[in-house]
């Protein structure tokens, strides 16, 4: 009798051992833990909290003791004067203030129920434009995008409510529910504060207790059904980066992915390295992509997509801009035979309009008067011609630049047209910040 007892003893603990194992199995993973380097408890640098930092000239982001919600350290903004000791930030009368601090983060295969959460606070001053005026904004992107001080991320990598401000006092949490599609990929956290050139509410930002998890999953199980293959754009210009993803995400550990070009949708070629749920690639030419998804060596296959091109008067480089038409745009363009004046008719920013018409008429070897006229605010202004019709506007191809101390502004100059050119209105200011 004692011998049955102790066999159903033993299988009783038996049992509860594998479902312990399985619960564990299904319970949270940590991929930032927001008591270590989340929390930037493990050293008193960005460094060895592994971060890195890219700081404007002046509001910048400090490890210190300053500002946390826990522990002994936390990450905030603060100006050269102070230098970590305070969390305040400087409203700069010629530049906007942007700074970034980021990590890559690593997402295994088949991944589920991932979400960011992160303490933070924030004042600053809030506008109706989608980057107005001063704010905390989070990105997640492809480890490619490299963030540059005094630039905003693209839009297209915002996640969360896309700005996180006018929380002065006390720490609040913010969680954010990522997409299973970035399950098996590597991608960059992008934290980014950012300031205008008018009017200061501090404190600036702070940051603690940053925390990645995810459920692991289990086993994938028949044969995968990805649906279709989509495109972030399409058509997109030469050169230009763009990411491809599927409709459907495969659940469960296991799944492989191989993505697939081709040039007439009939012929098809694995691209070397191309094994992610999502890839960031540029094209050429139109060219045709699927990917094949497999669970145990049962492969599926996406619904193949032709990725097309721009047409070239599309494909300029827009500037990063920040502030609304209130206080820049342009009103007027006197040029060979166009004089299109504009208004303006809105608080959203935009960083480019183009237009298809009226055309100019000019003659090769023959000189043309140009006026641009600047409004809103002082303007720095500089218009490009791109004779040779390569996509970049070099120095070269520069034909009228200034800088307004009052507004509104003229500037006035003379264009000398090449013998022989392509020639064409737009213009491409991608190093500029306007």
């Not at 303006?344 to 003659?363: A, H, I, K, Q, R």
């Amino acid at each position: 009798m004692k011998q049955y007892w102790k066999k159903i003893v033993n299988r009783l603990a038996l049992i509860g051992m594998i479902i312990f194992f399985l619960a564990s199995q299904s319970s949270a993973q940590t991929i930032i833990s927001p008591s270590g380097d989340g929390g930037f408890e493990t050293g008193a640098s960005f460094a060895l909290n592994g971060w890195t930092a890219v700081n404007d000239a002046n509001s910048k982001w400090y490890v210190g003791t300053f500002a946390k919600s826990l522990g002994t350290r936390g990450v905030y903004i603060d100006v050269n004067a102070t230098a970590g000791t305070a969390n305040n930030y400087n409203s700069n009368i010629n530049n906007n203030r942007i700074s970034h601090f980021y990590r890559d983060i690593s997402i295994p295969a088949g991944a589920t129920n991932i979400v960011l959460s992160f303490k933070w606070k924030a004042n600053g001053e809030n506008g109706t434009g989608v980057d107005d005026y001063d704010f905390l904004r989070v990105s997640l992107a492809p480890t490619t995008v490299t963030p540059v001080a005094t630039a905003l991320p693209s839009a297209s990598y915002t996640i969360g409510t896309g700005k996180y401000n006018l929380q002065s006092a006390a720490f609040q949490t913010a969680t954010i529910n990522l997409s299973n599609l970035i399950a098996g990929t590597n991608q960059r956290l992008i934290f980014t504060w950012k300031n205008d050139i008018s009017i200061t509410n501090n404190p600036g930002a702070a940051v603690d207790e940053i925390s990645v998890t995810y459920t692991a999953g289990s086993g994938c199980t028949g044969t995968p059904s990805p649906g279709n293959t989509v495109a972030s754009s399409n058509p997109v210009c030469s050169g230009a980066s763009f990411t491809l993803s599927l409709q459907n995400a495969t659940p469960g550990s296991g799944v492989t992915y191989q993505w697939q070009s081709s040039p007439n949708n009939s012929t098809w070629t694995n691209i070397s390295g191309a094994t992610s749920a999502l890839l960031s690639t540029s094209i050429t030419s139109a060219i045709y992509y699927r990917c094949e998804v497999s669970c145990a060596g049962s492969p599926g296959l996406s619904n193949s997509l032709l990725v097309n091109l721009s047409p070239s008067y599309n494909c300029v480089c827009a500037p990063s801009y920040t502030n609304d038409c209130s206080q820049d745009y342009i009103s007027n363009v006197t040029f060979a035979g166009i004089n299109n004046s504009t208004g303006c008719t809105g608080t959203t920013p935009s960083n480019l309009t183009t237009y298809t018409s009226p055309n100019p008429s000019v003659t090769g070897g023959l000189s043309y008067p140009i006026s641009v006229t600047t409004d809103g605010d002082a303007e720095g202004l500089n218009v490009w011609i791109d004779f040779n019709m390569n996509g970049v506007f070099e120095s070269g191809e520069s034909v009228l630049s200034g800088l307004a101390t009052s507004f509104p502004n003229t500037f006035s100059g003379t264009v000398n047209v090449p013998f022989r050119c392509f020639f064409r209105s737009n213009i491409n200011a991608c190093s500029l910040s306007l």
